[in-house]
């Protein structure tokens, strides 16, 4: 099994920052890609960012040129750069990894609990 943990949320005022990280453990043959979601009170989950192995990054419209994603290959870690917080950021961010266990022979989502941000004066 894979698990994801995430560090980082807390408060933080409007144009502040923050800076998220999740790592992932278990026994994993490989991972594809990693990335942040969002899930504000009564809304669906939505893409942040995501990057892959290779370092290709894909971000939401609504975080472009604000957030920047990372990532550690050998640390199995990925990380998320929030600047300039606007209120409406506002969620509880997951981790996921899109990755490949020792025991299987597909490619299955895996999913963090979750860390809050609240963005608020």
């Known amino acids: 099994q894979v698990q994801l943990v995430e560090f980082g949320g807390g408060l933080v005022q409007p144009g502040g920052s923050l800076r998220l990280s999740c790592a992932a453990s278990?026994?994993?043959?490989?991972?594809?890609?990693m990335g942040w979601y969002r899930q504000a009170p009564g809304k669906q989950r939505e893409l942040d960012a995501t990057?892959?192995?290779?370092?290709?990054?894909n971000y939401a419209d609504s975080v472009k040129y604000r957030f920047t994603i990372s990532g550690d290959n050998a640390k199995r870690t990925v990380y998320l750069q929030m600047n300039n917080l606007k209120r409406e950021d506002t969620a509880v961010y997951y981790c996921?990894?899109?990755?490949?266990?020792?025991?299987?022979?597909?490619?299955?989502?895996?999913w963090g609990q979750g860390t809050q941000v609240t963005v608020s004066s």
């Open positions: 278990g026994s994993i043959f490989s991972i594809y890609n």
């Open positions: 990057i892959t192995s290779g370092g290709s990054t």
């Open positions: 996921k990894a899109r990755a490949v266990l020792t025991a299987r022979d597909r490619i299955d989502d895996y």
